[in-house]
């Protein structure tokens, strides 16, 4: 019996305890290989499982990745339910992915990001990686490797664009060639693709729509472009980003046969091809078939991008014995066309008008006044549009209050509504006459960039003729202060004149009205002394005054990095990108009064997303911060850091107008 009783203690013990066990959060790790050719990507997968819904408030910490570039994927939730011992428990699952590119070849150790829950950095229950389950290392890390093309002349790549330096709007046309070594002897007039089977395969990340660099868009849909490459038995081409007949089969209109009801069949795709001569390893001159694939886009941001890398894997035609009938093998290779780098920048400086407004593209500009016919004083609405085809992102009011033709003769309250979209923008100011008689509104002229000629277009509007009438009194026996009769003098602009006696505009005062008035007077200055003290001590904290001058400290030190440049110092070039970098890195911790020592691009790029500024912009700010590593590595010349000094100075700009919690 006591057995029975120690048997059924032990049981239940071994039931609480793994229902306390699971109510721990568990970690696991999946990292999709061990190893890839470079161009290539690992997808990293955390997972986190918990009796509590964590999916807002858990955010991975992976700022380890220092040797990778790393997109995050949106996070997947979901919830499960089971019961134990007649104890229903809910679980929670988060799976947080990240697409690693590794920034050079070799060996790397890919570290755990720090997930911290409730406190508590946790560490993974298992580790699994292609080659299946296996023991973690002792540091919670996996070794990868990133190997490198082979080593040939089989078969040369590359990207070209027709321009690395661009405006918004200028389209920008991106071409893939792919150059395969002909064959010899009898095989010479035959195309290599033709003599493939399976076809060699492409991945073109602007072949999908999701990989096309942030703020470009495509003159040609892609399944338009797809299909005018697309080639058909018994026809020869490439694979391209895994497309298959069995998923694509209505958007190609592609006919199936029986074996395509069971296994996707790779489409095929291909450009007419040509033969050219060009060096092999040794020097010699060889033919080669050359296949261009080009796509144009058009920017509608500013900011550094890149195109690539494209690869190919799969196998190529290599003749073993060209007197031999089908003396022909397939040998397996690796190739990669590197990143084409574009640069799209605003207007330059040089020769910019005064009343340039921001815009790109080719506009028309209409100026309307509403009612045209007024007295002084009046309000009159004035309506400013800008329409037509190009870029109005950037677009800002004019500053008719500085315009010297108008003041002269109107008042104008500032600032202006404003409705803008994709194509137009349209301003409205109220506008009041300060004198009378035939009026003539001068001609607004404001300046946009056509990105056609690059030059700037002045488009000046009509001068608009108004009949003003003179207001020197108001009829109305009800207005406050308003004499016998109702008579109320106006003065200049339309304002109310006093013209009346004390004793006729206020009923005699008693002596409690007396000391309320008063009693309100000292309260009033006891407020304003209070709130004056508190501003001093506020603009006095030097947290504060960090924060406040955090903008100005930064132009400061681009203003001196610009009089650098225009010295022409290239010896410098590295310490000017890292000053560079500094502006940035110092902004930011000005603004949240922290350490610009030790911190980096991944540290930079956190902090700000941490305090909720958009992710457009902090993927525009990583670029910038990238762009200024590769001067280290001489990828930049004094030209391009110039560009790149430029763009900063407007980053800082639109950061510090994004009113972020910092």
């Not at 992976?62 to 040797?67: E, N």
């Not at 999908?208 to 038995?233: A, D, I, M």
């Not at 450009?271 to 694939?293: C, V």
């Not at 509104?441 to 946009?448: A, D, E, H, R």
Request: include cysteine; charge should be negative; aromatic fraction near 10%.
């Amino acid at each position: 019996m006591d057995m029975l009783i120690k048997n059924v203690f032990t049981f239940l013990f071994a039931c609480f305890f793994a229902v306390s066990v699971s109510a721990e959060p568990q970690l696991t790790v999946q990292l999709d290989r061990s190893a890839i050719y470079e161009g290539e990507t690992f997808v990293y997968q955390l997972v986190l499982s918990d009796t509590s819904p964590h999916a807002d408030t858990v955010i991975p910490d992976t700022s380890v990745w220092t040797d990778f570039n790393i997109q995050p994927l949106p996070r997947q939730t979901s919830s499960s339910t089971t019961i134990i011992n007649w104890n229903t428990t809910a679980t929670h699952s988060t799976r947080f992915s990240y697409v690693l590119t590794p920034k050079r070849t070799g060996t790397f150790t890919i570290p755990l990001p720090k997930v911290t829950v409730n406190g508590k950095v946790l560490q993974p229950q298992k580790f699994v990686v292609d080659e299946g389950d296996r023991q973690i290392l002792a540091d919670y890390s996996v070794v990868a490797r990133v190997i490198e093309p082979d080593k040939q002349d089989i078969v040369f790549m590359s990207i070209e664009t027709n321009r690395n330096r661009l405006y918004p709007l200028q389209p920008l046309e991106v071409t893939l060639v792919v150059q395969i070594k002909g064959l010899p002897g009898r095989f010479a007039d035959t195309n290599p693709l033709t003599l493939l089977r399976p076809p060699p395969q492409l991945q073109i990340p602007w072949a999908s729509v999701e990989n096309v660099p942030r703020g470009f868009h495509s003159t040609q849909k892609l399944e338009q472009w797809l299909s005018n490459l697309l080639v058909r038995s018994p026809q020869r081409g490439f694979a391209i980003n895994d497309y298959a007949s069995s998923g694509l089969d209505d958007r190609f209109n592609m006919p199936f046969s029986m074996g395509d009801l069971f296994q996707k069949v790779p489409l095929q795709f291909s450009s007419t091809p040509r033969q050219i001569q060009r060096p092999d390893a040794q020097g010699n001159k060889t033919t080669y078939w050359e296949y261009r694939f080009s796509r144009t886009f058009i920017p509608q941001e500013f900011g550094h991008y890149a195109f690539g890398p494209v690869t190919l894997k799969g196998a190529l035609p290599v003749v073993t014995d060209a007197n031999v009938p089908d003396g022909i093998a397939a040998q397996r290779f690796y190739a990669i066309a590197k990143p084409a780098a574009v640069a799209v920048v605003d207007v330059p400086q040089e020769n910019r008008p005064a009343d340039y407004i921001g815009a790109f593209g080719s506009f028309h500009w209409d100026v309307n006044l509403a009612p045209q016919q007024a007295r002084v004083g009046d309000p009159i609405t004035l309506t400013l549009r800008l329409s037509g085809q190009g870029s109005t992102a950037n677009v800002r009011p004019t500053d008719l209050s500085a315009n010297l033709d108008v003041a002269t003769n109107f008042r104008v309250h500032m600032p202006p509504t404003e409705e803008i979209d994709e194509k137009s923008c349209t301003f409205t100011y109220t506008i009041r006459p300060l004198n009378s008689g035939e009026i003539m509104f001068p001609s607004i002229s404001v300046s946009v960039f056509d990105v056609n000629t690059e030059r700037f277009v002045s488009l000046p509007s009509q001068p608009i003729s108004l009949n003003i009438a003179d207001s020197e009194s108001v009829q109305s026996p009800t207005l406050f202060g308003g004499g016998p009769g109702g008579n109320v003098q106006l003065l200049e602009g339309g304002l109310f004149a006093n013209k009346t006696t004390f004793s006729e505009m206020f009923p005699p005062i008693t002596f409690v009205q007396w000391a309320v008035v008063i009693s309100l007077l000292v309260a009033g200055y006891a407020a304003i002394a209070l709130g004056v003290l508190l501003l001093q001590c506020q603009w006095s904290n030097p947290k504060q005054q960090r924060r406040r001058n955090a903008l100005s400290r930064a132009k400061s030190r681009l203003a001196n990095i610009s009089t650098t440049l225009r010295g022409g110092n290239a010896a410098n070039l590295v310490e000017i990108s890292s000053e560079l970098q500094g502006g940035f890195f110092g902004y930011i911790a000005d603004k949240l009064d922290g350490a610009e020592q030790g911190m980096t691009t991944s540290d930079a790029c956190r902090q700000l997303l941490e305090h909720r500024v958009p992710e457009s912009l902090v993927d525009t700010i990583r670029s910038a911060l990238e762009s200024l590593d590769a001067v280290k590595y001489g990828g930049m010349d004094i030209r391009s850091l110039d560009e790149l000094t430029n763009t900063t100075s407007m980053l800082l700009q639109q950061l510090d107008r994004s009113q972020w919690s910092g």
